[in-house]
C-alpha cells in the first residue's frame, strides 16, 4: 500500500466542546443563487415580496444545480448581482428579516417510496457538498447502475484545523447520521456504508461506533490525525484502497463520499420537509474574543457571527471562510455564510503576517508531502518558464490544492498560488490545442 | 474593517526555514570541526573561520553591487565556507583559500543567479578549482601541529589513498585511527566518527535523508570489495564520508526524490572507485559529485514520482 504524504498540522480544536448555539437573527441576509458547483439558481422572487422560512427563492437552473431558499422571513428588499467569495459572480437575494422566523406554511416532509422519490428529496432540500465543496449531492447520487456502487463514505475526518462543526454534527445529531446511514441502504441498496473519522476524534468515534456496531453494513473507521485526511481521494484511498484514477470519479471505483453535515441536512428535510437554511459554523481564530459553535441562517453576514462571539479584537488583520489550510481570506465581514461554510476564523496581525518568500532551495519537502505525489516546486518553476506542456507532464491537474507543500516549504513559497495560475495555464493550452486540432480536421 | 490581508492559502506554517536548516547544517558540522582542530591544531580553527567569513563577505559584496538584497542571514554561505575549508589541507596559505572562496561564492553561486540557482555544489567545484590551481600545497599532508600531529608527521606525508594508490598498504595506519582521523588528509574530512555523528543529526532533524550518503558509501565499500581493493580503508579514507553526507546530500545540486538520491549516490560511488582505482588521481570524491550534480537535472526527469492515480502521461 502506498504511503500518502501529509502534514502534521496544528490541530487547534478548541471549540471542540462548544455545542452550537443559534445567532441573533441578523436584519438584512444575502443569498447568493451559486452557492454550489454547477449552474447558478435562478431567482423566483422580486423585491417587495414576502418571504418565510424554507420558502423557495431560488430554483434549480439544470440538472447540475441546487435549489436556494429563505433561510428568514420577511420581504425581499432586492435582487442583485454579487461575486461570491468563491469568485462566482452570480444573482442573489438581499431579505430583509421580520426577526419572526415563520416557517414557510408549504413545507411537507417528502414521502419516500423508492430510489427516485430520495433523490427528488435530496434535490428539494437544496443539500450541497458541506464539506465545503458544494456539488449538488443529488448529482452525485445518481447513479446509473447502483449495484455498481460498493460503498457510500461518510466524511467525518475534519482535518481542517481549527473547524470542529462537523465534530458537533457527530456528537450532537448521531441519530441523524444513523437515520441517514439507513436511509441509503435501502433508498440507494448500497450495503456498505462507513464513517471515516480522524484518530483525534475519540468522542465521535465512540458515539458513532455505539450504533454502527449493532447494524448490519455500517461501520466507523479511524484514520490518522494526518492532514488532509478528508480529502476525498485521500478518504476513499484510506478505507478503501482503492485509487481514483486521473480523469474519473470516485463513481467510476465503486464509492460515493458524503460528509456527515450533509447527510444530517438530507435527514432534517426528510423528518420535517425545512430545506437547508441554516448552518453550524465554527468561529475562532487569535482574533475572536470568545470564540465557538454557532448555528447561522444561511447568508447572515460573517460580522453577526463575530458579534455574536464577543466581536473581534481592534488588531484583526485576516477573516477566513474556512479553515487554515484551504480556507478562503476575505476582504471584509459583510460576506455572507454559505451553504458549505463550515467556520469563520478570523486573526491577530501576529498570526496573518506573510512571511517573506525566499528563494526555492530545491529541498524536496514539498515532494514528499504531497498526497498526491505531485512535485509542487516544479509548478512554480515550470510556470515561469512558461511550459504549460510541462505542466501537463508534471500533472497540476491532479492537485487537489490542500496546501501541504506550501505549508512545509523552508523558503515559505507561494506554491499554491502558483498551482492555481498553472492550472489556468493548462487549461488554455489544453483548449488552444483542441481549437487547432479541430481546425486542422476541419481542413481535410 | 479597512486592510484585512488577503492571501492565498494555506494560511499557517510550519516552522521550517531555510536559515534553520543552514543552521542544522552548522551544528552537525561542529563535531568535525573540533576533531580537525585536536587532530591539525588551531590552524584548522583559523582556516575554517576565514572560509566562513570570506564566504558570507564576498557574497554580501556582491548582493550589494549589484543592488539585491544581502542573504547572508540565509546562513547558507557559511555553510559553504566551512565545508570548503573542511575540504583543505591545514597548511594552506590563506589567499589561495580565498581563491577558493570566490570560485566557491561568485563563480559557481552568484554568476547562476545566487541560492537555489547552481547546479554544482560551490565547495566541492571550488576545491577542484584549487586542486588543479594550486596542486603542490593542495596536496601537502603535513604541518599539522595537532595532539598526535608529531605521530603521523613523523610516519608519512601520505594520504591512506596515496599509499594504497602505491602499493603501501603496510603504512595504512590503524582502523581504530582511520575512524577517529588521525590520519593525512584535508582537515575536515579525516574524522569518520565525527562526520557519521553530524550525519545522523541531520538525518534525525529529517534535513537529509539516509538515501545518498547510504548509497555512495555502500557503493565504494561494494565496488572496491568486489575489486579486492582495501574496502575498510576506501570506506574510511579520503572525504568519503564529508562528501557522502554534506555535499552529495546538498538540495540544490541533488534529487529531490528517494529513488533519484540512491542513484545519485550509487553513480557518484561508482565514479569515485573507478577514478581511485584507475584514474591518475589517487580520490575522486568531488569529482563523481560534481558528475553526478551535473546529470541531477535528468535523474529528476527520469525519477519523477508517479503521480497518485495518475494516468502515464
Not at chain 1, 418565510?52 to 422571513?73: D, K, T
Not at chain 1, 468561529?283 to 463575530?306: E, H, K, R, T
Not at chain 1, 512545509?408 to 483542441?434: G, T
Request: aromatic share 6%; with cysteine; charged share 20%.
Amino acid at each position: 500500500m502506498r504511503k500518502l504524504g501529509g502534514v502534521r498540522a496544528p490541530h487547534r480544536k478548541g471549540t471542540a466542546d462548544s455545542a452550537p448555539r443559534p445567532i441573533p437573527i441578523p436584519p438584512e441576509i444575502r443569498l447568493p443563487m451559486s452557492m454550489h458547483i454547477g449552474a447558478p439558481a435562478k431567482p423566483i422572487v422580486k423585491a417587495g415580496d414576502t418571504v418565510q422560512v424554507g420558502q423557495l427563492i431560488g430554483e434549480a437552473a439544470g440538472f447540475v444545480s441546487s435549489p436556494v431558499h429563505a433561510s428568514v422571513s420577511g420581504k425581499v428588499k432586492r435582487v442583485d448581482e454579487y461575486d461570491a467569495v468563491t469568485g462566482l459572480g452570480a444573482a442573489s437575494v438581499v431579505i430583509e428579516s421580520d426577526g419572526e422566523q415563520t416557517p414557510y406554511d408549504g413545507l411537507r416532509a417528502p414521502e419516500l417510496s423508492d430510489m427516485k422519490s430520495f433523490l427528488d428529496a435530496v434535490r428539494d432540500s437544496g443539500v450541497v457538498g458541506l464539506g465545503g465543496a458544494g456539488f449538488p449531492t443529488a448529482v452525485k447520487l445518481t447513479v446509473k447502475d447502483v449495484s455498481a456502487v460498493d460503498y457510500i463514505l461518510i466524511n467525518g475526518a475534519e482535518c481542517e484545523p481549527y473547524i470542529t462543526s462537523d465534530t458537533r454534527t457527530m456528537l450532537d445529531e448521531t441519530e441523524m447520521l444513523e437515520e441517514g446511514a439507513l436511509l441509503l441502504q435501502k433508498y440507494l441498496g448500497v450495503k456498505s456504508i462507513v464513517f471515516g473519522v480522524e484518530s483525534n476524534k475519540p468522542g465521535p468515534i465512540k458515539k458513532l461506533t455505539e450504533f454502527a456496531s449493532r447494524r448490519d453494513g455500517i461501520e466507523v473507521r479511524t484514520l490518522p490525525a494526518l492532514y488532509p485526511q478528508g480529502g476525498e481521494k485521500v478518504l476513499i484511498y484510506q478505507i478503501t484502497g482503492r485509487r481514483v484514477p486521473e480523469g474519473k470519479l470516485p463513481l467510476d471505483i465503486g464509492v460515493i463520499v458524503l460528509n456527515c453535515t450533509t447527510l444530517t441536512a438530507i435527514v432534517k428535510y426528510i423528518r420535517t420537509g425545512m430545506p437547508l437554511v441554516s448552518k453550524c459554523v465554527t468561529v475562532d481564530g487569535s482574533a475572536v474574543i470568545n470564540p465557538g459553535n454557532v448555528v447561522a441562517p444561511i447568508g447572515a453576514p460573517l460580522a453577526a457571527l463575530f458579534d455574536f462571539c464577543g466581536g473581534l479584537k481592534d488588531d484583526v488583520k485576516k477573516v477566513l471562510m474556512g479553515g487554515p489550510m484551504m480556507g478562503i481570506a476575505v476582504p471584509d465581514t459583510d460576506m455572507p455564510v454559505l451553504k458549505a461554510t463550515n467556520a469563520a476564523l478570523a486573526f491577530s496581525e501576529k498570526d496573518a503576517l506573510l512571511p517573506a518568500e525566499t528563494p526555492c532551495i530545491r529541498c524536496g519537502r514539498c515532494v514528499s508531502h504531497c498526497p498526491m505525489g505531485l512535485a509542487p516546486l516544479e509548478f512554480e518553476r515550470t510556470y515561469r518558464l512558461k511550459k504549460p506542456e510541462l505542466l501537463e507532464k508534471y500533472k497540476v491537474n491532479l492537485c487537489m490544492e490542500c496546501g501541504c507543500c506550501a505549508y512545509s516549504c523552508p523558503a515559505k513559497r507561494m506554491l499554491v498560488q502558483y498551482v492555481k495560475l498553472s492550472k489556468i495555464m493548462l487549461r488554455e493550452y489544453q483548449a488552444a490545442q483542441k481549437a487547432a486540432a479541430e481546425k486542422k480536421e476541419a481542413a481535410v | 474593517m479597512n486592510g484585512l490581508t488577503v492571501s492565498v492559502s494555506p494560511h499557517i506554517r510550519d516552522g521550517a526555514t531555510t536559515r534553520r536548516i543552514m543552521l542544522d547544517v552548522l551544528i552537525a558540522l561542529v563535531p568535525a570541526a573540533v576533531a580537525s582542530v585536536v587532530i591539525f591544531g588551531a590552524r584548522a580553527a583559523l582556516v575554517i573561520a576565514f572560509c566562513a567569513a570570506a564566504c558570507v563577505l564576498l557574497e554580501a559584496a556582491y548582493e550589494r553591487a549589484l543592488g539585491r538584497g544581502i542573504t547572508a542571514g540565509d546562513l547558507s554561505a557559511c555553510v559553504t565556507g566551512v565545508l570548503l575549508a573542511f575540504n583543505l589541507p591545514v597548511s594552506i596559505p590563506l589567499w589561495q583559500a580565498f581563491v577558493g572562496c570566490v570560485a566557491a561564492i561568485i563563480l559557481v553561486k552568484q554568476l547562476f543567479g545566487g541560492l537555489g540557482k547552481n547546479f554544482a555544489n560551490p565547495a566541492i567545484t571550488a576545491r577542484i578549482v584549487m586542486f588543479l590551481a594550486f596542486s603542490v600545497t593542495m596536496t601537502k599532508w603535513t604541518g599539522g601541529g595537532g595532539l598526535f600531529g608529531e605521530t603521523y608527521d613523523a610516519v608519512t606525508g601520505a594520504t591512506p589513498l596515496t599509499m594504497i594508490a602505491q602499493g603501501n598498504t603496510g603504512a595504512l595506519p590503524e582502523i581504530t585511527d582511520m575512524l577517529l582521523g588521525v590520519r593525512g588528509g584535508c582537515l575536515g574530512e579525516t574524522s569518520v566518527l565525527a562526520l557519521a555523528l553530524g550525519g545522523a543529526y541531520l538525518v534525525a532533524r529529517r534535513v537529509i535523508t539516509w538515501h545518498t550518503p547510504a548509497a555512495f558509501i555502500l557503493t565504494v565499500l561494494a565496488f572496491t570489495a568486489l575489486l579486492g581493493r582495501e574496502p575498510v580503508y576506501q570506506m574510511f579514507s579520503g572525504g568519503l564520508f564529508l562528501g557522502a553526507i554534506f555535499m552529495a546530500t546538498d538540495y540544490v545540486t541533488t534529487p529531490q526524490t528517494a529513488a533519484g538520491r540512491l542513484i545519485f549516490g550509487l553513480g557518484a560511488g561508482l565514479i569515485t572507485v573507478v577514478i581511485r582505482v584507475y584514474g591518475s588521481y589517487p580520490e575522486g570524491v568531488s569529482y563523481s559529485i560534481l558528475l553526478m550534480n551535473i546529470l541531477t537535472p535528468y535523474i529528476n526527469r527520469l525519477t519523477v514520482k508517479k503521480a497518485f492515480g495518475g494516468a502515464r502521461a
